[in-house]
């Protein structure tokens, strides 16, 4: 479909915000982020979005992952099956028109704990086609939904979703909570806290010594209960995941705040953390699938 | 204070709702609930509010429990720390005049794990005192904040709060699963698969299925949602807490609907569940710290 040309532009296109990349030999030369999600558009409203993007980046072919390939979003791509490769994503794009394809997500059979994810693939293969994580490793992605995923062979083999982002997101702005998780989440003492009581895998009573303490002004929970609560949650999750590994070493693909939120857990479980940038991966990742098609 | 006449009235008063006895010689004769909670009033409502519950069930002494006595409500009654009595309860009542007083909550005061519970404790003592349940032993009052209590000699030893209840409350109001939440909960098979996925206690990615099940199409979990969460949280809650305890009978102080849940997920656990009276035992448990004090 492509000619000789190694540009392109490629949409990782999320339920909230899109990051676009003007990709030139494997190289991300423009880049632009903004809130346009999904959720803020309705299927018709794809080919215009996808003319203005060629407007400001180049009339070149589009490659789109994520949230856009759900059915909430443009077209419904179909998941592909675990264990996944780069090469198995480029085989089953979905083609809008000869310059235009949604990378599929990846869903992985298990009879008991079934699992999706959508968009991230392309970041986590992509972290080991760039030499960033090895081809057999345990990965993971923080966030709303956080992603822990068994690389094997350089493929996706399994993986686990924990709405850890989510139920902290909840407890922040809904719970009885609330109004005690103001101050900002970091990797200091409170947090650590958190993550020593998240490994009783008791969430929720250990989410009420935030209120007891509070109520009986037991230090030191009176003050940085959002950053306790963070720890509980990412100790929680690190500590059931760790459980289910024996990996030594887990990448970490995160934006800085995140990724050192999760590596403090880590190292608490005697883990080696491994942090690697998120964007580097998505480039290779899709740049990889680009060359493959070409 | 009070003349021979055994009458009183006790309030049973929440966050949400209230509840009023007229008791006679230890029975309730006459039983009001209604959604006038502490939220729902200021400090300085409660003289009329005392006056126009005096006017409908008689001119008599009030005895009240509950968050009533707490910084959201009349006047703060101080905790009493745990172990705790009815004797105990009794010798700190907060008096606001000769005939009106407050039963204090109770605290435990763990280094680790502090806890604190406001009217339950007449419920939990008042069980012992009607004979409900043994003066040693493992009660279980479930709801928003469960309350798991050890008696021992027939008083509070320790305490713990999970708040199986709220999280249950924000995934089905305000989660990503809360579209997929709307079935009636009962303890049937759906409410089982989750109390047995509960016992890995891994919420945050037990979560999860229930997302990636219906958009896989995999059943059960595609319909009966809000039940298998229920069963989750409610697992989850179940063996972390059996997990501290080694009692073979746990009893439970709960309507009856969420009483057939907590003794499902018990007897899962290999528990015996004894359920009882929750106003039987409150009226029990009231009527004794007044007739300590009359």
Chains 1, 2 share one sequence.
């Not at 009339?59 to 090469?87: H, K, N, Q």
Request: hydrophobic content about 45%; proline content about 4%; charged content about 20%.
């Amino acid at each position: 479909m492509i000619g000789a040309d190694d540009r392109f532009i490629a949409v990782d296109w999320g339920t909230t915000n899109r990051r676009c990349y003007l990709i030139d030999q494997g190289r991300a030369v423009k880049t632009e982020r903004d809130d346009t999600g999904v959720k803020a558009l309705l299927p018709q409203d794809y080919p215009a979005q996808i003319a203005a993007i060629r407007d400001r980046l180049g009339d070149l072919p589009i490659l789109l992952a994520g949230m856009v390939g759900s059915t909430v979003g443009w077209r419904d791509a179909p998941y592909i099956d675990a264990p996944a490769s780069l090469a198995a994503l480029a085989s089953s794009l979905l083609w809008i028109d000869a310059r235009t394809a949604i990378v599929p997500g990846v869903c992985f059979r298990d009879d008991d704990r079934p699992d999706v994810m959508r968009g991230e693939e392309v970041q986590l293969l992509g972290a080991v086609e760039a030499g960033l994580a090895p081809s057999n490793a345990l990965l993971v992605q923080p966030g709303t939904h956080c992603k822990w995923a068994v690389m094997k062979n350089g493929a996706i083999a399994s993986f686990r979703t924990a709405i850890t982002g989510e139920l902290f997101a909840l407890l922040g702005e809904h719970s009885l909570l609330a109004s005690q998780m103001s101050d900002p989440v970091d990797a200091g003492d409170a947090f650590s806290r958190g993550v020593m009581e998240g490994r009783r895998r008791d969430l929720a009573a250990s989410l009420f010594v935030v209120r007891s303490s509070s109520v009986l002004g037991t230090a030191p929970l009176t003050k940085n209960c959002a950053a306790y609560v963070s720890g509980l949650l990412i100790g929680a999750d690190v500590t059931a995941r760790v459980a289910e590994h024996d990996a030594r070493t887990v990448h970490v693909l995160a934006d800085p705040r995140l990724g050192a939120l999760y590596a403090t857990a880590l190292r608490a479980e005697g883990r080696i953390a491994i942090r690697i940038d998120s964007h580097g991966a998505f480039v290779a990742g899709v740049t990889k699938i680009w060359r493959l098609i070409s």
